[in-house]
T-cell receptor, first 112, second 115 residues
Framework: GNSVTQMEGPVTLSEEAFLTINCTYT??????LFWYVQYPGEGLQLLLK?????DKGSNKGFEATYRKETTSFHLEKGSVQVSDSAVYFC???????????FGTGTSLTVIP | GAVVSQHPSRVICKSGTSVKIECRSL??????MFWYRQFPKQSLMLMAT?????????EQGVEKDKFLINHASLTLSTLTVTSAHPEDSSFYIC???????????FGSGTRLTVV
């Protein structure tokens, strides 16, 4: 079956620190991989995505590379800001379907 | 880009009443819409999948008579929580897709509080 395993939080970092949030997946086919961000009290916003192996998704300084050999899609940012404080969800969707499979989410707090 | 509007963003209702949540695709036609529920500090759990013009498919454990889903047009899906109880208090999020292989867009969510 399909599933997403995401590192547990919460994560607290100082401003300008390096961020890594680990995400691994299991899938029966060739999924697309996503990172979504949820700011307090809001819905989910797509942060970045990758649709095939070795693709790198990037947005707002965040990056994640689709690694088929390690079934991973780790989220990284070189220098976090206070405004990055949010919950981050890793997700996958099979190419042949529309359903998403979400990780449990990782709460990030960035302190000045 | 594609925009999904979800309304209301917050609602407080009395126990025993029903609440309707709307999910609209503003600039595209959504053949499929999904309804998720998010418990505090937990991930999103898929409740049901609805396809325009047909009955919704509910995930195991979701009461279809309690959570009524209607997808009567290509731009609107509604979730009605019937006879709401405090345990139904949650964050509900919809997402819309134009079809297999195309993108998915999430609504901004509805915070339901049943008192």
């Amino acid at each position: 079956g399909n599933s997403v395993t995401q590192m547990e939080g919460p994560v607290t970092l100082s401003e300008e620190a390096f961020l890594t949030i680990n995400c691994t997946y299991t899938a029966t086919g060739y999924p697309s991989l996503f990172w979504y961000v949820q700011y307090p009290g809001e819905g989910l916003q797509l942060l970045l995505k990758a649709t095939k192996a070795d693709d790198k998704g990037s947005n707002k300084g965040f990056e994640a590379t689709y690694r088929k050999e390690t079934t991973s899609f780790h989220l990284e940012k070189g220098s976090v800001q206070v405004s990055d404080s949010a919950v981050y969800f890793c997700a996958l969707s099979e190419a042949t379907g529309n359903q998403f499979y979400f990780g449990t989410g990782t709460s990030l707090t960035v302190i000045p | 880009g594609a925009v999904v509007s979800q309304h209301p963003s917050r609602v407080i209702c009395k126990s025993g009443t029903s609440v309707k949540i709307e999910c609209r695709s503003l600039d595209f036609q959504a053949t499929t819409m999904f309804w998720y529920r998010q418990f505090p500090k937990q991930s999103l759990m898929l409740m049901a999948t609805s396809n325009e013009g047909s009955k919704a498919t509910y995930e195991q454990g979701v009461e279809k008579d309690k959570f009524l889903i209607n997808h009567a047009s290509l731009t609107l899906s509604t979730l009605t929580v019937t006879s709401a109880h405090p345990e139904d208090s949650s964050f509900y999020i919809c997402s819309a897709s134009t079809g297999v292989g195309y993108g998915y867009t999430f609504g901004s969510g509805t915070r339901l509080t049943v008192v």
